[in-house]
């Protein structure tokens, strides 16, 4: 069994930052690609960022030069930096971990976490 738990959101004002972890732990072979999407009131799931096991990054064209995913391996744990908030950053976050156990490789979600930002 594998958990995710995701941590850091929060109210900031435009301009602001919050950073975003998430904690996977259970048994765990390994774990290949994380990522972080964000789910707005009345909108689709999207994505934000996602990092590789190899550290290769890549992001939403809105968050390009203000977010910043990064990944510790030891811990498990994937991060999202967020900088120079703005309003319409405000929305649920949520991250995916693909996740290699003994009985194959699956994709985990967080329980999300609320992330607001006021103008």
């Known amino acids: 069994q594998v958990q995710l738990v995701e941590s850091g959101g929060g109210l900031v004002q435009a301009g602001g930052s919050l950073r975003l972890s998430c904690a996977a732990s259970?048994?765990?072979?390994?774990?290949?690609?994380m990522g972080w999407y964000r789910q707005a009131p009345g909108k689709q799931r999207e994505l934000v960022a996602t990092?590789?096991?190899?550290?290769?990054?890549n992001y939403e064209d809105s968050v390009k030069g203000r977010f910043t995913i990064s990944r510790d391996n030891a811990k498990n744990t994937v991060y999202l930096q967020m900088n120079s908030l703005k309003p319409e950053d405000t929305a649920v976050y949520y991250c995916?971990?693909?996740?290699?156990?003994?009985?194959?490789?699956?994709?985990?979600w967080g329980q999300g976490t609320q992330v607001t930002v006021s103008s």
């Open positions: 995916n971990v693909r996740i290699t156990t003994a009985f194959g490789q699956y994709d985990y």
């Open positions: 990092i590789t096991a190899g550290r290769a990054t």
């Open positions: 259970g048994s765990i072979f390994s774990i290949s690609a």
